[in-house]
């Protein structure tokens, strides 16, 4: 019953220092996303898999990078943090881009908090 | 690109009274759904709509999948404190191959 986990829940990062948000979905969905969410707004999507071996842009995929590094996880790596990257950060899955089959399913998100 | 347009922004309302609420779009939707964000968790699906003038209840929640597909409401009667959160629209446009999220309802419910 894990659904989306995300890893880790809380991070705190000097500007300038990388780091790598980790999630996995283990109910065999071939779309993953990793959206932003800050103060006041709704979901910001910064990059999304299709399906296992390619990633496409989002609205706001500048700064980051991602891997999908098979068919359950789908990594969001932020090369040199900026204070502008404070945000929550939400994974999530689905059967396909189009949300057939029940939706997207979210992970708990990770806070990070860019000083 | 498409948006999806939830009104009212925010609500606050006393323990035990009737929430509405609604979501608008510029394109035709095949499929409504509506999810619940609790205070710093995940968004979490509440209700599906499948097709349109589609009534479908959760407990004390009502969702529509609007005649027109443009649109879906949300009902929530005698609301709870436990009911606080962002409630999101959300659906795939009858064309294309994307998944919007609408940008929010913030209830805040005083007990």
């Known amino acids: 019953n894990a659904g989306v986990t995300q890893t880790p829940k809380f991070q705190v990062l000097k500007t300038g220092q990388s780091m790598t948000l980790q999630c996995a979905q283990d109910?065999?969905?071939?779309?993953m996303y990793w959206y932003r969410q800050d103060p006041g707004m709704g979901l910001r999507l910064i990059y999304y898999?299709?399906?296992?071996?390619?990633?496409d842009k989002g609205e706001v995929p500048n700064g980051y990078n991602v891997s999908r590094l098979n068919k359950r996880e789908f990594s969001l790596r932020l090369e040199s943090a900026a204070p502008s990257q404070t945000s929550v950060y939400f994974c999530?899955?689905?059967?396909?881009?189009?949300?057939?089959?029940?939706?997207?399913?979210f992970g708990s998100g990770t806070r990070l908090t860019v000083v | 690109g498409q948006q999806l347009n939830q009104s009212p922004q925010s609500m606050f309302i006393q323990e035990g009274e009737d929430v509405s609420m609604n979501c608008t779009s510029s394109s035709i939707f095949n499929t409504w759904l509506w999810y619940k964000q609790d205070p710093g968790e995940g968004p979490v699906l509440l209700i599906a709509l499948y097709k349109a003038g589609e009534l479908t209840s959760n407990g004390r929640l009502t969702a529509q999948f609007g005649i027109t597909r443009k649109d879906s409401f949300l009902n929530i009667s005698a609301s709870i404190p436990s009911d606080v959160g962002i409630y999101f629209c959300a659906g795939p446009p009858n064309t294309g191959n994307q998944f919007y999220f609408g940008t929010g309802t913030s209830l805040t419910v005083i007990p």
């Open positions: 999530a899955s689905s059967e396909s881009i189009r949300g057939l089959g029940g939706g997207y399913t």
């Open positions: 109910m065999n969905h071939n779309s």
């Open positions: 898999s299709a399906s296992e071996g390619t990633t």
